[in-house]
């Protein structure tokens, strides 16, 4: 159980310096009057680094994670007011557990096919109606970013981000711009458990690398585009689609785009360890 994770104080210290420099770059960076939501990108760190960045002073709630079995792990283990986001490549045979069994996933950010979106819905209204059945449904958050409320909320609705593939690159996951109105629509008419709440995109580094001011990344320029163009065939209210994009390497760049969400991983928590040798509970 969480009270019993024991917290480095220097590991927590450092954590929470480096996630504070990260907020106040975001806000120096944004122009605009609504704030940026920040994901703190989490996959193969342990969930004591979560909980010293959930816990006081900071509880920052918004935590992202790449692979279904150690999201499910640091779940069990970690308070419910944490809100998981999804970001990683999802495999349709995992979607259905992903949405059924973590009451406090907060979205999946990595949908790119009607598959996974029907994978998802099942999982969803499964979960809804093992709820009811256990009446603990609750109502859903007002203030859905403020990031105050430690109460946990179980929300029915599952949010979910459709990933476009905007850079091109056969290694990227994500649909294409031109196939990303199509998956929005079927979300919106044929998923009543999923709320379409936005688009994401990775980008390619080497854009990000080569963006200076005037010269902006055009995988950022391009979700922009295919947002807007949804939003009106759609006919969906302006900011109803929010854009995630921008990590540790390119966040300010994609907020200066417009960006909504940014997904920062590496300048939060520091390089991550290969994948086999995870663990999300640290040993002595
Ligand atoms: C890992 C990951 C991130 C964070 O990347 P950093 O470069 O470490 O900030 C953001 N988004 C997605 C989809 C990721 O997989």
Not at 6 to 28: C, D, F, G, M, Y
Not at 273 to 280: A, F, I
């Amino acid at each position: 159980m969480a009270e019993e994770m024991q917290i480095n104080p220097q590991r927590a210290k450092q954590l929470v310096e480096n996630l504070t420099h990260i907020t106040q770059r975001i806000q120096s960076a944004n122009k605009r009057s609504e704030p940026i939501r920040l994901i703190a990108v989490s996959k193969l760190k342990p969930a004591t680094d979560i909980l010293a960045l959930h816990q006081p002073p900071l509880q920052h709630a918004h935590f992202g994670e790449n692979y279904v079995q150690e999201l499910l792990q640091k779940a069990s283990l970690l308070p419910r007011s944490i809100r998981w986001h999804f970001i990683g490549a999802l495999q349709s045979n995992k979607c259905k557990m992903l949405a059924e069994q973590i009451p406090n996933l907060w979205c999946v950010s990595s949908v790119d096919s009607v598959k996974k979106a029907d994978a998802l819905e099942k999982g969803r209204a499964a979960f809804v109606a093992r709820l009811a059945a256990e009446h603990t449904i609750g109502e859903p958050a007002k203030s859905a970013d403020s990031g105050e409320g430690r109460d946990a909320v179980v929300e029915a609705v599952l949010r979910i981000m459709v990933q476009v593939n905007t850079s091109g690159e056969e290694s990227k996951s994500g649909v294409e711009p031109s196939d990303a109105l199509a998956l929005c629509e079927h979300i919106r008419t044929s998923c009543p458990h999923l709320q379409l709440t936005g688009l994401m995109t990775i980008g390619a580094i080497a854009r990000s690398q080569a963006t200076t001011p005037g010269n902006e990344n055009e995988d950022f320029v391009t979700l922009k585009n295919t947002r807007d163009q949804i939003v009106k065939e759609l006919g969906m209210l302006g900011g109803e689609l929010e854009l995630s994009m921008g990590m540790s390497a390119d966040f300010e760049g994609a907020i200066a785009m417009g960006s909504d969400e940014v997904r920062v991983g590496s300048d939060i928590f520091g390089e991550r360890p290969p994948k086999k040798d995870t663990m999300v509970v640290e040993k002595g």
